[in-house]
């Protein structure tokens, strides 16, 4: 039996949990907050650090449930043990269950705000998961929130067109869990109140559950052997693994 130790974004932690459950694999979850990705360079710190600290001899391979993530995974070096990262840009790929169909959604609709029952629980305004813009954004509403309240920082937003320059719709992602009526409620009423136009889409656990069952097809997901780190590829492919310089010159 394959052990997998999975580093994860707790955005996707009930799907994670779940697929863990029913894997042939052993997989040993370590969570990380989803507010790290507002810092690229401080997620890539942490995750640097798990892996630097995780055993060669009790794992088969590391598992980083992420994707681009804006830049947070690049420059990752796998030490022992090889690291496993699906290619996507971020978790919507991997809540839509492939790249490909990101990118459909994207070019169809590059101005998406995009909802999940698994983000929105622990971010707790209801903010966006994975969007282009949707980081600075949600800091410039944090601020306000923090600086004025909530209806004061919907209103600064709104009069100041902060919501409205970069975005024009606003998509559910459907996956299955527990209360997911409410939360769809509250990105249908932050639609509404925005001005865009409004779609649910049927989630896919498809990626996830490959890469926690060992199931790495190449065009799909990139396997960093030790000695390896992950850099941005601009031909297909979005990521490639190359030597370290320590191990360039061993």
Not at 212 to 225: A, T
């Amino acid at each position: 039996m394959s052990q997998y130790v999975a580093l994860t974004c707790s955005a996707l932690a009930r799907p994670i949990y779940s697929i863990a459950a029913t894997v042939p694999s052993a997989i040993s979850v370590q969570m990380l907050d989803q507010g790290l990705h507002r810092f690229s360079g401080t997620l890539r710190k942490q995750l640097q650090n798990h892996i630097d600290s995780i055993k060669p001899d009790d794992f088969d391979a590391i598992l980083l449930v992420y994707g681009i993530c804006g830049t947070s995974t690049l420059d990752l070096v796998a030490r022992d043990i090889p690291l496993v990262i699906s290619r996507v840009h971020d978790c919507i790929g991997l809540y839509l269950g492939s790249h490909k169909r990101y990118l459909e959604e994207f070019n169809a609709h590059p101005g998406t705000y995009w909802y999940s029952v698994d983000y929105m629980e622990r971010k707790g305004d209801g903010g966006s998961l994975g969007a282009s813009f949707a980081t600075d954004i949600d800091d410039r509403y944090d601020e306000y929130v923090e600086k004025y309240g909530k209806d004061n920082a919907e209103y600064l937003m709104e009069v100041m067109g902060e919501w409205g320059a970069h975005y024009t719709r606003a998509a559910f992602i459907e996956t299955g869990a527990p209360d997911g009526e409410r939360y769809e409620q509250m990105a249908k009423d932050q639609a509404e109140r925005r001005g865009w136009e409004y779609e649910k889409k049927l989630g896919n656990q498809r990626m996830l559950q490959m890469l926690l069952s060992g199931n790495w097809p190449e065009d799909e997901f990139l396997v960093v052997p030790p000695g390896h780190q992950i850099k941005q590829s601009y031909e297909d492919g979005l990521i490639k693994a190359i030597p370290t310089k320590e191990a360039s010159s061993a």
